[in-house]
């Protein structure tokens, strides 16, 4: 006797939907060139370092993620081989010594006790690190460190760290970065880059990586079309073969790449729904997605609330669901 399978309708569609909301290593060519020369660090004999940077959501912490996925902890590590190829540690926002220590220690899976100084834990960071053989360390959130930092109101009330801090910081980061032995690879949005151009010995070693805004030249559509592909919409892809629907998603995104993703997740949700099975002008334009840099001046105005008190930047532009 036979048994005739039965599918859930309901349960399929959430399945695809979860595979759709699931969070992605978009893995685009900029982004694998980046890769590429940070592989060549596990084998250099010398130290090498970059400044990565870009917008918020251009996919600067998702490099150094990606890049740890690919080379995990080694638990039979010998000397000639990394025991740990890479971490990936914040700068600390309130320009902490200490707590810029206790990043570092973290991330190698070292705690520190209570008592432990701020020159204890940068010196145990430097050791450690050399100990554990790690080639390459991350170091994310560099602006946090910049000495033209602008602090707004807010910030100035959660007492973020002054100048006399960050410079302790700066000047652990640089006897860091001359003893540990590794790589390092700084992320940070443009700001960051006032560290590097203010402090002459940071600025002769780093050189800058960029991850630009994404338009819709060769390179943006393929992006799309590897998005398109990915969700596993049954019609295929359709954005990347029509010039003027990129143009208008990546303006909507405002060539942001994270906000380009969510985009087409939400419009791939609606194609699966809508049994539609591929993103549409009409899908896209029935988002509601409003750009941030709008968003935010709206919610500010409608607040009473200058934005400019809230640390808003009237020139730049972000993007975000409705």
């Excluded at 740890?68 to 010998?78: A, E, L, Q, S, Y």
């Excluded at 070292?110 to 010196?123: D, P």
């Excluded at 596993?232 to 073969?241: P, R, V």
């Excluded at 049994?275 to 919610?299: F, M, N, P």
Aim: net charge positive; aromatic share 4%.
């Amino acid at each position: 006797m036979g048994f005739e399978r039965k599918i859930d309708p309901s349960a399929e569609l959430a399945a695809r939907i979860e595979h759709i909301e699931a969070k992605r290593f978009v893995q685009h060519s900029r982004a694998k060139g980046y890769l590429d020369k940070f592989e060549e660090l596990l084998t250099t004999k010398k130290p090498k370092f970059y400044l990565v940077t870009g917008v918020s959501g251009s996919g600067k912490s998702e490099l150094a993620e990606q890049f740890i996925r690919n080379h995990p902890v080694d638990m039979h590590g010998t000397p000639d081989a990394a025991i740990l190829p890479a971490i990936h540690a914040t700068m600390p926002e309130k320009g902490s010594l200490s707590e810029f220590g206790e990043e570092i220690l973290d991330a190698m899976m070292h705690e520190s006790t209570s008592s432990t100084t701020a020159m204890e834990k940068m010196r145990m960071a430097r050791k450690l690190t050399k100990s554990l053989n790690v080639k390459v360390v991350f170091l994310d959130e560099i602006q946090h460190l910049s000495p033209t930092r602008r602090i707004n109101v807010v910030a100035r009330h959660l007492s973020l760290g002054g100048p006399i801090n960050r410079e302790q910081v700066r000047n652990g980061l640089k006897r860091y970065l001359k003893e540990c032995g590794a790589s390092v690879i700084a992320l940070g949005i443009p700001e960051g880059l006032g560290i590097i151009h203010h402090e002459p010995q940071l600025r002769r070693h780093f050189k800058t990586l960029t991850l630009p805004a994404w338009q819709a030249d060769e390179e943006g559509r393929s992006l799309l079309h590897k998005l398109e592909t990915d969700f596993g919409l049954a019609k295929g892809a359709h954005i990347a073969h029509h010039e003027t629907l990129s143009r208008e998603v990546f303006d909507m995104a405002e060539g942001v790449l994270a906000h380009v993703v969510e985009i087409l997740q939400d419009a791939a949700i609606v194609a699966v729904k809508t049994g539609t099975e591929q993103i549409t002008r009409e899908i896209i334009r029935s988002l509601g997605w409003v750009k941030h840099s709008d968003a935010c001046r709206i919610a500010a105005a409608q607040a009473g609330i200058s934005p400019t008190l809230v640390g808003i930047d009237r020139r730049k532009k972000r993007g975000m669901r409705a």
